[in-house]
T-cell receptor, first 115, second 110 residues
Framework: GNSVTQMEGPVTLSEEAFLTINCTYT??????LFWYVQYPGEGLQLLLK?????DKGSNKGFEATYRKETTSFHLEKGSVQVSDSAVYFC??????????????FGEGTQLTVNP | DTAVSQTPKYLVTQMGNDKSIKCEQN?????MYWYKQDSKKFLKIMFS???????INETVPNRFSPKSPDKAHLNLHINSLELGDSAVYFC?????????FGPGTRLTVT
């Protein structure tokens, strides 16, 4: 079955530090890949996505590149801010479904950025 | 102009009770979902409906029964609540694979 593995958290950084959150996946076929962010007390928001190999998704200074050869979709940001403190989820959509595609989530990584 | 809304936001109830959570989306999406997030933040899909038809039904106790009166609404009814049902329940909708989530309903069973 499909699975997503994220680096274990929590991750604590100082403001302006470089961020990497690792994500690897297992899937048959060619899934779409996503990063979602969950701020405290809120629902999940789509941060970025990539739908095919070598695509780079980017938003709000965050980037992730779909690497089929390493089955990875690592999230990076060059300079984090306190407001980036949240839980980050890597996810893939089942490539075998066209409607009602389920998302398979990683375990989530808690990021805390200190001033 | 809320996209996906859920009610209630918080629900505290006793074991054995029956409760419902409602979800509405105004995005015109065809597909809606229920996810459960446990205390460790792990998210797992429970159900999915496409145009009022059930298409995903994961291994969920049959005390949980989803209902979709129309494609903009997906409700979740839970019978005989148990302590282990305490979690945050998220509704989501999608059109072409990209999913939009509601704010969640935090259910606490005492």
């Amino acid at each position: 079955g499909n699975s997503v593995t994220q680096m274990e958290g929590p991750v604590t950084l100082s403001e302006e530090a470089f961020l990497t959150i690792n994500c690897t996946y297992t899937a048959t076929g060619y899934p779409s890949l996503f990063w979602y962010v969950q701020y405290p007390g809120e629902g999940l928001q789509l941060l970025l996505k990539a739908t095919k190999a070598d695509d780079k998704g980017s938003n709000k200074g965050f980037e992730a590149t779909y690497r089929k050869e390493t089955t990875s979709f690592h999230l990076e940001k060059g300079s984090v801010q306190v407001s980036d403190s949240a839980v980050y989820f890597c996810a893939l959509s089942d490539p075998g479904e066209t409607s009602g595609s389920r998302l398979t989530f990683g375990e989530g990584t808690q990021l805390t950025v200190n001033p | 102009d809320t996209a996906v809304s859920q009610t209630p936001k918080y629900l505290v109830t006793q074991m054995g009770n029956d409760k419902s959570i409602k979800c509405e989306q105004n995005l015109g999406h065809d597909t809606m979902y229920w996810y459960k997030q446990d205390s460790k933040k792990f998210l797992k899909i429970m159900f999915s409906y496409n145009n009022k038809e059930l298409i995903i039904n994961e291994t969920v106790p049959n005390r949980f029964s989803p209902k979709s009166p129309d494609k903009a609404h997906l409700n979740l009814h839970i019978n005989s609540l148990e302590l282990g049902d305490s979690a945050v329940y998220f509704c989501a909708s999608s059109l072409y694979g990209e999913q939009y989530f509601g704010p969640g309903t935090r259910l606490t069973v005492t």
